[in-house]
């Protein structure tokens, strides 16, 4: 399996402008994360999915970020109208499973800049 | 509430010295307990776990044991190598049906040769 799958790698945008980040989970994996890492907060869970369906969403900064999973291999975080204070890392995570034990797995990363 | 406490980086070691990363947590319930590796320029992965008290995870020479009476999983290593420089994050999930990661802040660490 090629692991999760995130894109871009990297974005740079100008203030004002929608931004939408990509994922393709582990095929098979029904939990879906998206995770925000900057070094003032660390990382934080934004949202996450079961099965598509948004679990808990108390993680998003504000109405300006949305998520969606339109089917199990796809899932899009989208920041309208994007801030400088929206730069940092965004990780995208999947997992197998309810345990607690199981283990998440994360994508390279999209590194956001706006400018 | 339920979190994760880490030592504070930047840790800065030589080569085949030996490690400890510190970790304490507060959770309502029972958690597994993890510990992630982040090296430079790519997502976290999974280095070891445990999921109940007295267990010892291990992984490419990395031990951590689940302490339940001092709520602690600390990070150790005995001979530390140039490639483990990365960042290493402690985390807990509750065993509550939600799988849900809390993670620490994480502790930066770089072993020169």
């Known amino acids: 399996d090629a692991g999760v799958i995130q894109s871009p790698r990297h974005e740079v945008t100008e203030m004002g402008q929608e931004v939408t980040l990509r994922c393709k989970p582990i095929?098979?994996?029904?939990?879906l994360f998206w995770y925000r890492q900057t070094m003032m907060r660390g990382l934080e869970l934004l949202i996450y999915?079961?099965?598509?369906?948004?679990?808990?969403d108390s993680g998003m900064p504000e109405d300006r970020f949305s998520a969606k999973m339109p089917n199990a291999s796809f899932s899009t975080l989208k920041i309208q109208p994007s801030e400088p204070r929206d730069s940092a890392v965004y990780f995208c995570?999947?997992?197998?499973?309810?345990?607690?034990?199981?283990?998440?797995?994360f994508g390279p990363g999209t590194r956001l800049t706006v400018l | 509430g339920n979190s994760v406490t880490q030592m504070e980086g930047p840790v800065t070691l030589s080569e085949e010295a030996f490690l400890t990363i510190n970790c304490t947590y507060t959770?309502?319930?029972?958690?597994?307990l993890f510990w992630y590796v982040q090296y430079p320029g790519e997502g976290l992965q999974l280095l070891l776990k445990?999921?109940?008290?007295?267990d010892k995870g291990s992984n490419k020479g990395f031990e951590a044991t689940y302490r339940k009476e001092t709520t602690s999983f600390h990070l150790e290593k005995g001979s530390v190598q140039v490639s483990d420089s990365a960042v290493y994050f402690c985390?807990?999930?509750?065993?509550?049906?939600?799988?849900?990661?809390?993670f620490g802040t994480g502790t930066r660490l770089t072993v020169i040769p």
């Open positions: 995570a999947s997992s197998l499973g309810l345990a607690p034990s199981n283990e998440q797995f």
């Open positions: 095929s098979g994996h029904d939990y």
């Open positions: 999915f079961n099965n598509n369906v948004p679990i808990d």
């Open positions: 959770a309502t319930g029972y958690p597994s």
């Open positions: 445990a999921t109940k008290a007295d």
């Open positions: 985390a807990l999930n509750l065993q509550t049906g939600a799988n849900n990661l809390f």
